[in-house]
């Protein structure tokens, strides 16, 4: 009989992943059995430190006993209806609650999906119709930033600016112009100026480009400048919202509230897939009309406002307040900059850390990753970037032991 990694190798087609070397004979799969907190356990019993939240997802750690509760107690009821036409209690309650989280009451409806690259292709197909039916037809443009990355999907893939994550081509999907700073959109033609429907970008830090931080005070001008152009400003908060940055998103830092916040990732405490767009008042009113009209935004997924996925955020929200964690990250974010400090081209932006290696030799990065998971820490690299991004419920002793793996991983490659 075929082991599991046998038959991993056999049918499986991981993302993300060289299946080349993952699918070699001497290459041996390492598979994710269970997990509590910050660490997660192979089928054998070893120990391994979640180093990256599960791909950026995991806020209150594996197995919280809490969003476990919430999650049982919804499946006891029902797992998932339609919501096309129909509503539950759960998304009713996670729409207020996400809404009632920034300040101001800006931002006031919410529109559920599944990830965070449907997350994005909503609020960008919203500002596009807004203008189309709102007598701005001419608004067909989008400004992105070089180096960002807003997710898959062919829409979200064509606002990128890494060539690497749009497959085998780059020509398609929406208008877009691509700004690497303010200065060069403040510098656009006139004519271009006028077609601008929304700017998007990742707020304080680019996750993809490396961990690229923005300069501060950036974002508020971005938002001031949008603002005097009547043009939409769009937050993508997959990565950085439910306190990666040290607040809840990271656009409080700069007291911004956009016309559209995105948020997936860490939004169900890291347990399910859902996402949200929150979107302003004026943008939903630009909407409403006779159905016979076509205003309606025709788009949506079948799983969008699953009432598991929104048990789950609802539970995750709950364990921020009764466990006070934004207050008690302070702590951690000063420990985890005293500890990689020293490391080459260390950064940080609250609980996100990242360290790069100098080196034309690109797969440095592969081989850190490898060797510190012999120390017990699961992390992946951007190239020769490597990241630390724990779940947010981390301890001081593990983010100890995380970096000290990481520099025992360093020392091995440099030997």
């Not at 680019?206 to 300069?215: K, N, S």
């Not at 943008?283 to 016979?292: K, N, Q, R």
Request: include cysteine.
């Amino acid at each position: 009989m075929e082991s599991p990694e046998q038959l991993d190798k056999r049918h499986l087609w991981h993302p993300f992943t060289p299946m080349g070397p993952w699918c070699a004979e001497e290459h041996t799969p390492l598979i994710l059995a269970e997990g509590r907190g910050c660490v997660l356990r192979d089928p054998f019993g070893n120990e391994y430190l979640d180093g990256n939240a599960s791909i950026w997802t995991n806020v209150h750690g594996h197995n919280h006993p809490v969003i476990n509760a919430a999650i049982m107690e919804q499946l006891g009821k029902v797992a998932h209806t339609s919501f096309l036409g129909f509503t539950h209690e759960p998304a009713i309650r996670l729409a207020k609650a996400l809404v009632d989280l920034l300040p101001g009451g800006k931002l006031t409806r919410a529109f559920f999906t599944d990830n965070g690259s449907t997350a994005i292709e909503s609020a960008v197909r919203m500002a596009l119709q807004f203008w189309k039916q709102n007598g701005r037809p001419l608004r067909d443009t989008l400004v992105a930033f070089d180096r960002a990355y807003h997710g898959d999907t062919l829409g979200a893939a064509s606002l990128g600016g890494i060539p690497l994550f749009k497959g085998s081509g780059n020509d398609f999907g929406y208008r877009v112009i691509t700004v690497a700073s303010l200065d060069e959109l403040y510098t656009l033609a006139e004519e271009e100026r006028s077609r601008i429907a929304a700017v998007i970008i990742e707020p304080l830090i680019q996750g993809a480009a490396g961990m690229r931080l923005w300069p501060q005070g950036m974002l508020k001008a971005l938002d001031g400048w949008c603002q005097a152009q009547d043009v939409f400003l769009i937050l993508d908060e997959v990565m950085t919202g439910f306190g990666r940055t040290g607040k809840m998103f990271a656009c409080e830092h700069e007291g911004v509230v956009p016309d559209f916040l995105c948020l997936a990732k860490g939004l169900t405490g890291g347990y399910l897939p859902l996402a949200a767009t929150l979107a302003t008042e004026r943008v939903f009113e630009g909407f409403l009309g006779d159905p016979s009209e076509g205003r309606t935004f025709f788009y949506g997924h079948s799983y969008a406002g699953s009432q598991l996925g929104c048990a789950a955020a609802l539970a995750s929200l709950r364990v921020f307040r009764e466990e006070r964690v934004l207050e008690q990250l302070p702590a951690k974010i000063a420990r985890l900059g005293e500890l990689m400090a020293d490391l080459p081209g260390f950064r940080q932006c609250g609980m996100i850390a990242a360290m790069t290696i100098d080196s034309p030799d690109l797969s440095l990065g592969v081989q850190v990753c490898l060797a510190a998971r012999k120390h017990g820490l699961l992390t992946r690299p951007i190239g020769n970037t490597i990241v630390l991004m724990p779940p947010l419920c981390v301890t001081l002793d593990e983010l100890e032991r995380m970096v000290r793996a990481l520099r025992l991983a360093l020392d091995e490659i440099r030997e």
